[in-house]
Protein backbone atom coordinates (compact mmCIF):
# COMPACT_ATOMS: atom_id res chain seq x y z
CA UNK A 1 0.00 0.00 0.00
CA UNK A 2 1.36 3.36 -0.54
CA UNK A 3 0.14 6.75 1.27
CA UNK A 4 0.19 10.34 -0.83
CA UNK A 5 0.09 13.27 1.29
CA UNK A 6 -0.46 16.79 -0.87
CA UNK A 7 0.18 20.24 0.53
CA UNK A 8 0.44 23.84 -0.48
CA UNK A 9 -2.98 24.72 -1.61
CA UNK A 10 -4.64 27.83 -0.74
CA UNK A 11 -6.07 30.96 -2.58
CA UNK A 12 -3.72 32.90 -4.75
CA UNK A 13 -4.63 35.52 -6.73
CA UNK A 14 -4.23 36.23 -10.77
CA UNK A 15 -0.39 35.99 -11.64
CA UNK A 16 0.73 34.30 -8.45
CA UNK A 17 2.50 31.22 -7.55
CA UNK A 18 2.13 28.15 -5.19
CA UNK A 19 3.77 25.33 -4.80
CA UNK A 20 2.45 22.02 -3.90
CA UNK A 21 4.02 18.64 -2.09
CA UNK A 22 3.12 15.25 -2.08
CA UNK A 23 4.72 13.16 0.12
CA UNK A 24 4.52 9.06 -0.60
CA UNK A 25 4.83 6.84 2.48
CA UNK A 26 4.30 2.92 2.49
CA UNK A 27 5.64 0.38 -0.24
CA UNK A 28 7.36 3.32 -2.01
CA UNK A 29 9.51 1.28 -3.28
CA UNK A 30 6.94 -0.31 -5.32
CA UNK A 31 5.81 2.97 -7.42
CA UNK A 32 7.25 4.17 -11.05
CA UNK A 33 5.80 7.53 -11.29
CA UNK A 34 4.22 10.25 -9.95
CA UNK A 35 1.43 12.87 -11.28
CA UNK A 36 -0.82 15.46 -10.98
CA UNK A 37 -4.17 15.87 -11.57
CA UNK A 38 -7.15 18.33 -10.83
CA UNK A 39 -10.95 18.70 -10.89
CA UNK A 40 -12.79 21.47 -11.15
CA UNK A 41 -16.52 21.32 -10.23
CA UNK A 42 -18.84 19.91 -12.90
CA UNK A 43 -15.81 18.38 -14.61
CA UNK A 44 -13.54 15.60 -15.04
CA UNK A 45 -10.79 15.18 -13.53
CA UNK A 46 -7.61 16.26 -16.12
CA UNK A 47 -3.89 15.36 -16.31
CA UNK A 48 -1.60 17.98 -15.88
CA UNK A 49 1.68 16.37 -15.04
CA UNK A 50 3.75 13.49 -14.38
CA UNK A 51 7.37 12.42 -13.36
CA UNK A 52 9.23 9.31 -13.69
CA UNK A 53 11.42 8.49 -10.32
CA UNK A 54 13.89 6.90 -11.58
CA UNK A 55 14.91 9.16 -14.90
CA UNK A 56 13.00 11.99 -14.12
CA UNK A 57 11.73 12.51 -17.20
CA UNK A 58 8.77 14.62 -17.23
CA UNK A 59 5.45 15.40 -19.25
CA UNK A 60 3.21 18.36 -18.97
CA UNK A 61 -0.54 19.12 -20.32
CA UNK A 62 0.15 21.76 -23.26
CA UNK A 63 -2.39 23.92 -20.61
CA UNK A 64 0.04 24.08 -18.32
CA UNK A 65 3.31 24.37 -20.13
CA UNK A 66 5.79 27.11 -19.67
CA UNK A 67 3.61 27.84 -16.20
CA UNK A 68 3.65 24.28 -14.41
CA UNK A 69 7.26 22.35 -13.69
CA UNK A 70 6.77 19.00 -11.35
CA UNK A 71 10.08 17.79 -10.06
CA UNK A 72 10.83 15.25 -7.25
CA UNK A 73 13.25 14.75 -4.15
CA UNK A 74 13.48 10.94 -4.35
CA UNK A 75 14.92 10.84 -0.71
CA UNK A 76 12.40 12.05 0.68
CA UNK A 77 9.64 10.22 -1.65
CA UNK A 78 7.79 14.03 -2.09
CA UNK A 79 6.96 15.65 -5.40
CA UNK A 80 6.60 18.61 -6.11
CA UNK A 81 4.26 20.92 -8.81
CA UNK A 82 5.59 24.60 -9.09
CA UNK A 83 2.37 26.53 -10.70
CA UNK A 84 3.25 30.11 -11.43
CA UNK A 85 1.60 32.88 -13.66
CA UNK A 86 -1.72 30.95 -12.12
CA UNK A 87 -4.81 31.65 -13.97
CA UNK A 88 -8.65 31.73 -12.16
CA UNK A 89 -8.99 28.65 -14.85
CA UNK A 90 -6.53 26.41 -12.66
CA UNK A 91 -8.53 26.60 -10.04
CA UNK A 92 -9.65 23.33 -8.96
CA UNK A 93 -8.99 20.23 -6.53
CA UNK A 94 -5.64 19.25 -7.34
CA UNK A 95 -4.79 15.04 -6.63
CA UNK A 96 -1.62 13.37 -6.47
CA UNK A 97 -1.22 10.12 -7.92
CA UNK A 98 1.29 7.14 -8.01
CA UNK A 99 1.79 4.29 -10.82
CA UNK A 100 3.06 1.13 -10.10
CA UNK A 101 3.96 0.16 -13.10
CA UNK A 102 3.63 2.66 -15.78
CA UNK A 103 2.80 6.29 -16.21
CA UNK A 104 1.04 8.72 -18.29
CA UNK A 105 -1.35 10.75 -18.77
CA UNK A 106 -4.57 8.39 -17.95
CA UNK A 107 -6.00 8.13 -14.78
CA UNK A 108 -6.17 4.43 -15.46
CA UNK A 109 -2.16 4.65 -15.13
CA UNK A 110 -2.22 5.28 -11.40
CA UNK A 111 -3.02 3.08 -8.81
CA UNK A 112 -2.83 5.55 -5.52
CA UNK A 113 -4.40 8.71 -5.12
CA UNK A 114 -4.03 11.64 -2.29
CA UNK A 115 -7.04 13.16 -0.87
CA UNK A 116 -6.70 16.01 -2.68
CA UNK A 117 -5.79 19.72 -1.96
CA UNK A 118 -7.82 23.15 -3.09
CA UNK A 119 -6.29 25.79 -5.36
CA UNK A 120 -8.37 29.10 -5.69
CA UNK A 121 -6.77 31.66 -8.10
CA UNK A 122 -9.00 34.72 -8.39
CA UNK A 123 -9.31 37.70 -10.51
Known amino acids: QVRLLESGGGLVQAGGSLRLSCTAS????????MGWFRQAPGKEREFVAAIRWSAGSTHSADSVKGRFTISSNNAKNTVYLQMNSLKPEDTAVYYCAAAAAKWGVSKDAYDYWGQGTQVTVSS
Open 26 to 33: GRTYSTYG
